[in-house]
């Protein structure tokens, strides 16, 4: 095997580990220290940062939207395998996945219904 | 590669997850134990699928299944375990003991 | 080329969908989900509606049922099978889930108290006999695991109901313990599989005939099949979980559990055990007979002791899961070991829920309980209950001594069969133990009765408030008494039809 192939990649991985140390170091030598709280803060995309008090865990409703991510998404790896032989199947496949969509369909309106998505 | 090298991983990863299941506390973490036990079980499908030359890949949506159905049964589990922790402030296993095990 | 374009170019062979087959189990999925749907776009919805729609799909279940009944054949590829098992099952087990309507929709709120309990437990109660059903027609390992799941996932629900805490835990309980065993009999499955080439009862039967084939890989797939099973059908060593689950969840999730999980249970067992891998029968007879006879004595041995009266059940209910296993251990060889677990499973059902539906009735004399074991189930709850409630207290005695299996009541003939077919197949041992457990359970099943007749009521009997209006307990005990006691006094019918069940598909 030719080890030079990866020649490019190993200059790369170097150069870029090099460019990470040298910026936090210069930054740290060159930028100017003046802390506020705001900038102590965390960073949550613009939103006002939610308190964490000491040993308290994330809210309820975050673990409940998490579970109802999961129980939908991963229905998904059915409509993998029947895209990849969607053309063979034809007529049948697409009445037998019509069935099994609507399913999930109808568990999404329960859901709704329900005040399952409701975030407050 | 061997068959039996898939087997001994699965074997091991089904053992961790006993491990788990019977040595935790946290009801959490004996629901990650038990996502490891199915998990050993698609790795031994999977595996025997392949060794097997299936054409009907029997195996691979067995796997599939288990799939599906376990992440069913964690949305089932944490549920109830939340029921639990919103009621009595915590999910260790121990301390929910009104019944006598 | 690549592979999958090569693969991308043969036609498909479609498999063909029958749908009359599975008709029944059509009917309880769409009635769940039409259920489903009432229950989102209408939650005020009174329980009386709701009952009466899921009564409706299991009255169409139960007609489709009848119209399939002579269909003997296998559908799907052979992952469903008609035969004996499967209708016998089916009826079962629809009119299991008619009683357990009834049971729910008198609850356990009294006139002018909010209901505890969500509506969604009418469409979980039909996914659950939806599982059940589609478990006990099951012909591939694929449709027993997603069928399991299906059952188990309601039932871990409906076990946690109620905002009672004890049910809480007995759901989470119920959840671990039976999320464990799901594992261990996937692991099995997948054993078997691999020994095997493929997860077709029919096929793994043909497989286990091949002596070429790998016996250590097959014999551990079937072992850890048997845990999966054995944990599910509650029989010790993995009977742990029962008691706790069956005294912590409301009364009608218990009284369900305990009798259409236990006919779906043994079913599959006997279809798997007796069917498919019935070439196998030297290797796994001694672990099922190890079992029963464990199973029997330790059930037997643990409800002497208990003080409530749902404890106690759980406890007879793991003994009686030992008098079937002496069936299932002896349908391998003996056909009519089929056939007597079947009607084993048919009278258990009724006695059993019966039983329950009484503890029901009397959680609601006395003032509602708030601490948080929650329902009144102890054994002090029952004292002088002849003097106050004589026809609760004479159903009870009915149905504990078809617990017993005492003659006339249907519980009598269904060991009476069970037990000839253990002698029939020489397990003339297994048999002996099993008299032995129905001698010392004797003892627990009666002194229900002396509390119950002999015992004065403690307390001011004033203090105790009505029970309420019962109307739909009261026909769900009517039914499940008529039936312990028609059962017993005309056996022969259904010990026919039971025969029918004889021949297994695979």
């Known amino acids: 095997?030719?080890?030079?192939?990866?020649?490019?990649?190993?200059?790369?991985?170097?150069?870029?580990?090099?460019?990470?140390?040298?910026?936090?170091?210069?930054?740290?030598?060159?930028?100017?220290?003046?802390?506020?709280?705001?900038?102590?803060?965390?960073?949550?995309?613009?939103?006002?940062?939610g308190r964490l008090p000491q040993g308290e865990r994330y809210p309820v409703k975050f673990y409940l939207t998490a579970m109802l991510f999961v129980v939908f998404d991963v229905e998904v790896i059915f409509l993998y395998p029947w895209a990849v032989v969607f053309r063979q199947l034809g007529v049948f496949g697409l009445v037998q996945m019509g069935i099994f969509v609507g399913l999930i369909l109808i568990a999404y309106i329960y859901d709704w219904k329900r005040g399952g998505l409701e975030w407050d | 590669m061997p068959l039996m090298y898939p087997l001994v991983f699965a074997a091991f990863l089904f053992s961790a997850g006993v491990y788990g299941v019977l040595a935790r506390r946290n009801a959490v973490m004996v629901l990650m134990s038990i996502e490891l036990m199915l998990n050993a079980v698609n790795v031994n499908l999977v595996a025997f699928n392949a060794y097997l030359r299936d054409e009907l890949v029997s195996g691979q949506v067995f796997a599939l299944f288990v799939i599906a159905v376990a992440a069913a049964e964690v949305g089932i589990g944490l549920a109830i375990v939340l029921l639990i922790f919103r009621n009595r402030e915590t999910v260790n296993i121990d301390e929910v003991d009104l019944l006598r095990w | 080329m690549h592979p999958l374009a090569q693969a991308t170019t043969q036609p498909l062979p479609l498999p063909e969908v029958d749908w009359r087959a599975i008709a029944p189990e059509l009917a309880l999925a769409v009635a769940g989900v039409v259920l489903l749907l009432v229950v989102a776009f209408w939650p005020r919805a009174g329980r009386g509606v709701l009952a009466g729609l899921t009564l409706a799909g299991l009255a169409a279940a139960a007609a489709l049922t009848v119209w399939n009944w002579d269909l003997e054949r296998v559908a799907f590829e052979g992952a469903v099978s008609l035969d004996g098992i499967t209708r016998y099952a089916r009826a079962v087990l629809l009119a299991v889930g008619a009683l357990a309507t009834l049971m729910v929709a008198q609850g356990d709120s009294r006139e002018g108290e909010p209901d505890d309990s969500p509506p969604e437990v009418f469409p979980l109660l039909l996914f659950a006999l939806l599982g059940m059903v589609l478990l006990a027609a099951a012909s591939d390992l694929l449709v027993v695991f997603i069928a399991l799941e299906i059952l188990s996932l309601s039932l871990y629900v409906m076990a946690g109901e109620t905002r009672r805490l004890a049910a809480q835990e007995a759901a989470?309980?119920?959840?671990?313990?039976?999320?464990?065993?799901?594992?261990?009999?996937?692991?099995?499955?997948?054993?078997?599989?691999?020994?095997?080439?493929?997860?077709?009862?029919?096929?793994?039967?043909?497989?286990?005939?091949?002596?070429?084939?790998?016996?250590?890989?097959?014999?551990?797939?079937?072992?850890?099949?048997?845990?999966?099973?054995?944990?599910?059908?509650?029989?010790?060593?993995?009977?742990?979980?029962?008691?706790?689950v069956y005294q912590g969840t409301p009364t009608p999730v218990a009284a369900f559990m305990a009798a259409a999980t236990?006919?779906?249970?043994?079913?599959?067992?006997?279809?798997?055990?007796?069917?498919?891998?019935?070439?196998?029968?030297?290797?796994?007879?001694?672990?099922?007979?190890?079992?029963?006879?464990?199973?029997?004595?330790?059930?037997?041995?643990?409800?002497v002791v208990q003080t409530d009266l749902k404890r106690m059940l759980a406890y007879s209910s793991i003994s009686h899961a030992g008098y079937l296993l002496v069936g299932v251990a002896a349908a391998a060889t003996v056909p009519a070991g089929v056939s007597a677990s079947m009607f084993y499973l048919l009278t258990y059902a009724f006695m059993v829920m019966g039983a329950f539906m009484v503890v029901q009735y009397v959680s609601r004399l006395g003032p509602p309980d708030d601490d948080a074991i929650g329902e009144?189930?102890?054994?002090?709850?029952?004292?002088?209950?002849?003097?106050r409630h004589p026809w609760a207290a004479g159903l009870l005695a009915v149905f504990m001594l078809a617990l017993t299996g005492i003659p006339p009541l249907s519980g009598f003939w269904a060991k009476y069969y069970v037990f000839l077919a253990g002698i029939e197949a020489g397990l003339t041992w297994l048999v002996v133990v099993?008299?032995?457990?129905?001698?010392?359970?004797?003892?627990?099943?009666?002194?229900?009765?002396?509390?119950?007749?002999?015992?004065e009521p403690v307390?001011?009997?004033?203090?105790?408030?009505?029970?309420?209006?019962?109307?739909?307990?009261?026909?769900?005990?009517?039914?499940?008494?008529?039936?312990?006691?028609?059962?017993?006094?005309?056996?022969?019918?259904?010990?026919?039809?039971?025969?029918?069940a004889e021949r297994i598909l695979g």
């Open chain 3, 434 to 455: 099993a008299v032995i457990s129905s001698v010392i359970s004797a003892f627990f099943y009666l002194r229900v009765l002396v509390v119950a007749y002999l015992q």
């Open chain 3, 376 to 387: 009144r189930s102890s054994l002090e709850d029952y004292r002088g209950l002849a003097r």
């Open chain 3, 262 to 303: 236990k006919v779906a249970g043994f079913a599959v067992f006997l279809r798997v055990f007796a069917g498919a891998l019935g070439g196998l029968v030297v290797s796994w007879r001694p672990v099922i007979a190890g079992a029963a006879v464990l199973t029997m004595l330790v059930g037997a041995a643990l409800a």
């Open chain 1, 1 to 49: 095997m030719n080890l030079g192939a990866f020649a490019p990649i190993l200059a790369m991985l170097v150069l870029a580990a090099a460019f990470a140390v040298l910026s936090i170091v210069v930054s740290a030598f060159l930028a100017p220290h003046r802390p506020t709280r705001a900038k102590y803060s965390a960073y949550e995309s613009g939103v006002e940062p």
């Open chain 3, 459 to 500: 307390g001011d009997p004033g203090a105790e408030t009505a029970p309420g209006r019962t109307p739909a307990l009261g026909v769900a005990l009517g039914l499940a008494g008529l039936l312990t006691v028609a059962i017993g006094l005309a056996p022969e019918a259904l010990i026919a039809a039971a025969r029918s």
């Open chain 3, 172 to 244: 989470m309980k119920y959840f671990l313990l039976g999320a464990f065993s799901s594992a261990f009999l996937l692991y099995g499955i997948a054993l078997c599989y691999g020994a095997t080439g493929s997860t077709n009862l029919l096929e793994i039967a043909d497989a286990t005939g091949d002596p070429t084939a790998d016996g250590t890989l097959l014999l551990a797939g079937v072992g850890l099949l048997a845990v999966g099973f054995l944990f599910k059908v509650s029989a010790v060593p993995f009977h742990m979980w029962t008691p706790d």
